[in-house]
């Protein structure tokens, strides 16, 4: 089970800090990504980390304003937003995949695809005001 957080109401050029929490299962080899989706729009991928090595991934609209990290400790993910901009406004989703089930290697394409992940959270809403 995934659980995000984190969400609120925020000032263009804000942040914000995200986190997804994992029960009943532990990151040992997983890819855990981020998602949003606007409405009337389609879910897209925003970031993603790998568990095991570290690797991380990022849409071209966010790369150098987010920054997604992992505590493996504590089962956490974290998507620290910076620089907030109003198309960033949407319901947040995490979502993780088990690496040793899917078998398949991350790749940036497969990051951003909603359908390479397995477990799904609930949505954290994030508005930014202009």
């Known amino acids: 089970q995934l659980q995000a957080s984190g969400g609120g109401l925020v000032q263009a050029g804000g942040s914000l800090r995200l986190s997804c929490a994992a029960s009943g299962f532990t990151f040992d080899d997983y890819a855990i990504g981020w998602f949003r989706q606007a409405p009337g729009k389609e879910r897209e991928g925003v970031s993603c980390?790998?568990?095991?090595?570290?690797?991380?991934y990022y849409a071209d609209s966010v790369q150098g304003r987010f920054i997604i990290s992992s505590d493996n400790a504590k089962n956490t993910v974290f998507l620290q937003m910076n620089n907030l901009k109003p198309e960033d406004t949407a319901i947040y989703y995490c979502?993780?995949?088990?690496?040793?089930?899917?078998?398949?290697?991350?790749?940036?394409?497969?990051?951003?695809?909603?359908?390479?992940?397995?477990?799904w959270g609930q949505g954290t809403e994030v508005t930014v005001s202009s």
């Open positions: 979502a993780a995949t088990d690496q040793q089930i899917s078998g398949q290697v991350i790749t940036l394409a497969r990051a951003m695809d909603v359908g390479f992940f397995s477990s």
């Open positions: 980390i790998s568990s095991s090595d570290g690797d991380t």
